[in-house]
């Protein structure tokens, strides 16, 4: 199963109020494993770059200049993905601009069914907890300490851990393949003794409440072969 881990950045909220995206970033996964293809594209939007969106991903109008346009680059990026799923963080943000400058590229757009949402994922296992990239990569004790911007193709590969986690761990069929490997093994296992005896949780009362009730068994009880 091929899947596109991706990403992109842009100069604003809406396609529709004028905003273009200016880097796209994308991670191959083969059957849930990392094959190492990426692709990753600057894109010149033709249009300055607004303040609160360079404070979220710091690239400047400046920087994008002499970068390709969308409709140079969409071939070689629909190349890529093929029919391959998308897995976006908050897809139909990033579908709607996808389709927008395809759209505008006379390319036919993509189906929404193309796309998996782990943002979607995230709050149906985890719900009323937050679900952002960053406090994903808390919960699963992921690296992110060098994400102190928003990047197209580092937030991909990031996400590419997080969604291996949401779906079961980075390798989602090693507890069946290990049922497989170690049955043989199984048989003879033995739990060891712990190393400190846990505490005990009857209180007083109820070890006075249970020799009560024992003692009034016969004296074949199985109850009375144990200490209360």
């Known amino acids: 199963m091929r899947e596109i881990v991706m990403d ?56 994008l200049a002499d970068k390709p346009v969308f409709n140079k680059v969409a071939a070689a990026f629909l190349d890529f993905i093929g029919d391959a799923v998308l897995v976006i963080h908050n897809a139909p943000f990033d579908m709607k601009f996808l389709n927008a400058e395809l759209d505008w590229a006379g390319h036919p757009k993509l189906p929404m069914a193309q796309a998996l949402d782990t943002l979607a994922i ?45 779906i079961g761990g980075r390798q989602p069929d090693f507890s069946l393949a290990n049922e497989r490997t170690t049955n043989s093994s199984q048989d003879n296992w033995r739990p060891r003794p712990r190393p400190m005896p846990l505490s005990p949780r009857l209180t007083s009362d109820e070890r006075v409440a249970h020799s009560k009730i024992v003692e009034r068994l016969g004296d074949d009880a199985l109850w009375k072969t144990f200490d209360a």
């Open 8 to 63: 992109t950045e842009t100069t604003g909220l809406d396609p529709f109020d004028g905003h273009r995206i200016v880097e796209i970033g994308c991670i191959e996964l083969d059957n849930h494993i990392p094959t190492g293809r990426t692709y990753h594209q600057y894109i010149n939007p033709k249009r300055d770059m607004p303040v609160e969106a360079f404070a979220v991903h710091g690239i400047s109008a400046e920087f």
């Open 122 to 166: 995230a709050r149906k296992r985890f719900p009323g907890s937050p679900s952002s990239l960053d406090a994903l990569c808390r919960r699963f004790g992921i690296d992110n300490s060098s994400r102190t911007l928003h990047g197209a193709l580092l937030d991909s590969e990031i996400l590419a851990d997080v969604y291996l986690e949401l």
